[in-house]
Structures are given as structure tokens and as C-alpha cells.
């Protein structure tokens, strides 16, 4: 029997116990703050783009930032995480994955859930600019599955000093499978709706390799069988979720990482989130009883964002 993290505390708002409030309140609804950035397009070895942003905050520290499936720098989480680390002190750095800046990529191929060479290359970029490795680096969802892969596979020789995931798709088959199930449905279909505006727009200005409907995929798993796995080197979908989903990866993690996860996640079922007995020492798990993907409203009268306070606390930690 697998042994399950402990349930942190946590207080969610009264009036957003539920997790699909507690996932959707934020995007509605969550102060926007306004951000001076600049803008930075790096050109990677194979002929591709990717867009990055830099916060103006001068510092040493820089916390680079991977948004979630679809996700861009005008994401809830994206804006206020850049907010609260240019007051905290850190010199934010924000990576858009391929073909999410707005603007299309130049090949056919895009992003995945476990693309750890982009992720690579930016780390080594911000090297090069700076002086110096990114001091931590955060991800969301999609983008925590990402970071946990690379913590994984690089070990002790990680050089990030520290880390943070929220949200994690442990496992991608089981987010594929919770997301056809009830209200989650709702997610599937926004997602997939952006998933295949992306496709079409994309191809509109270079020839697919592909021969598929578009129009036809309407779960992840088909549209990962159809269009990821093959666009990115994987005989199917079975083997891309077999070989990128992080949950196998965590035991190898050298570096400090905190995951903040709930167990009410509509994305994916409770029994998704790894046992202790998979985390390896340098990872501290808060396991929550509520608060949604990406939510975590606190219960005060600023409904503030839990998650925020504790990404914060463990970045600033001696």
C-alpha cells in the first residue's frame, strides 16, 4: 500500500470550497497587477523561437517561470507569481513554451509535457545573459510536470538551487482520464478548443506532416495519439505519457523542491499524487484537502492566494 503524504493546513475561502470555484474563481476574478517587462526573443540550435520575458527588478536571484498547457504570460498565475517575486526581491523570469507568445513557431514540432531540453536551453540562456544560473525555477501544471521531469533526470547535477511545482499532472494518463469525467469536462473543452485553434493557426503558414481531422479531436488522449505524439518523435500516445509523466522521476530530485498540490485537483483523481515513499528527501509536499488547480483562496478578507505565500516563504528560506 502506498503511503500517502500528510494533509497540510490549509483555510480555503468559505464561500470557494468547491474546487471547480476554487480552480475558476482566479481566472475571473484575481487582481491583475501591472508589470514592466522586457522582451526577449531567444533563437534555439534548430532553428526555432522561444519568447521570454525579464522583470526589471534588479537582483542576483532570478526565478524563471513555465506556465500550464495553453498558458501564456497574460495567465492569472503568471501575472501575480511576477508581481510577488519582484516584491519579495527576485528578478522574475518568465518562458513562454513554443508557440504560446501568440506568435506561431517556426516548425512543425511544439511543446510537450515533458520537453526538458527547451526548459535546458533557457536555463543555460539566462546563464550566459547574467552571469549566473536562474536561482529557482517555478512551474505550473503542465509546466510543473516539466520541471520535475528535469530536476529528476539531471539529479545532483541540477543547477538550480531550489524549485517550485503547483499543480503537478503526476501522471498524464490520469489527468487524460479525469478531464472526460463530470465537471472536469469543462476544462477538456476550453483546452482542446485552444489546442486545436493552435493547431489550425499554426499550420496555416507551414505544411503539416500530418494526416489528421483537427476538428475531430475532442479528448486529450486523442489529440496526444494524433498530433503530440507523433509531432514529437513518440510512437503513440501510450508512450509519450509512459515516458513523460514525473511521478517516476521524483525520487532522483537533488534539488529543494516544494510541491503544493490538493487532493481535490479537478484535473486529476486524489490517488494521482505520489506517496512519500516516491519523493525523494529534498522534496517537501503540501498536500492539501482543498483548493482546486492553481486556486488555493485563502479564507481572509483580501482572499489572498495561499500557493503565492507559500512559494515565497520556501524561496526565501535560509
Known amino acids: 500500500m502506498v503511503n500517502k503524504a500528510s494533509v ?50 534588479q537582483s542576483e536571484k532570478a526565478v524563471l517561470i513555465l506556465h500550464g498547457l495553453e498558458g501564456s504570460i497574460n495567465s492569472q498565475y503568471a501575472n501575480s507569481t511576477i508581481h510577488h517575486l519582484e516584491q519579495a526581491g527576485y528578478r522574475a523570469v518568465f518562458m513562454h513554451f513554443r508557440g504560446c507568445s501568440g506568435r506561431p513557431n517556426r516548425l512543425p514540432r511544439a511543446y510537450h509535457s515533458g520537453d526538458t531540453g527547451d526548459l535546458a536551453f533557457i536555463i543555460d540562456h539566462i546563464k ?6 536562474p536561482y529557482a525555477v517555478v512551474g505550473f501544471s503542465l509546466g510543473g510536470n516539466v520541471l520535475l521531469k528535469w530536476l529528476g533526470e539531471t539529479g545532483a547535477a541540477n543547477p538550480a538551487e531550489k524549485a517550485v511545482a503547483v499543480s503537478v499532472p503526476f501522471r498524464l494518463h490520469d489527468a487524460a482520464a479525469r478531464l472526460e469525467m463530470g465537471t472536469s469536462r469543462i476544462y477538456c473543452d476550453h483546452l482542446m478548443k485552444s489546442l486545436r485553434q493552435t493547431y489550425i493557426d499554426k499550420f496555416k503558414h507551414i505544411e503539416s506532416p500530418l494526416e489528421v481531422d483537427i476538428h475531430s479531436l475532442r479528448s486529450f488522449w486523442d489529440y496526444d495519439d ?64 482543498h483548493g482546486g488547480h492553481v486556486g488555493f483562496v485563502s479564507n481572509d478578507v483580501e482572499g489572498s492566494y495561499w500557493f503565492e505565500h507559500k512559494l515565497i516563504e520556501f524561496l526565501s528560506a535560509a
Do not use: N
Not at 515516458?243 to 517516476?248: K, L, P
Open 8 to 57: 497540510t493546513p490549509f483555510s480555503s475561502a468559505w464561500w470557494l470550497r468547491s474546487p471547480h470555484l476554487q480552480t475558476l474563481w482566479p481566472v475571473y476574478f484575481k487582481k491583475r497587477f501591472a508589470l514592466d517587462l522586457v522582451d526577449e526573443q531567444v533563437e534555439l540550435d534548430d532553428g526555432d523561437f522561444i519568447d521570454i520575458h525579464w522583470s526589471k527588478q
Open 226 to 289: 494524433k498530433v503530440t505524439a507523433p509531432l514529437h518523435g513518440f510512437s503513440g500516445v501510450q508512450e509519450y505519457y509512459d515516458r513523460c509523466s514525473s511521478r517516476q522521476f521524483l525520487k532522483e530530485i537533488r534539488t529543494p523542491t516544494r510541491i503544493i498540490h490538493s487532493k481535490d485537483d479537478p484535473f486529476m483523481f486524489e490517488s494521482t499524487v505520489p506517496g512519500v515513499d516516491e519523493l525523494s528527501s529534498d522534496i517537501d509536499m503540501l498536500l492539501t484537502a
Open 128 to 133: 550566459m545573459k547574467t552571469g549566473r544560473y
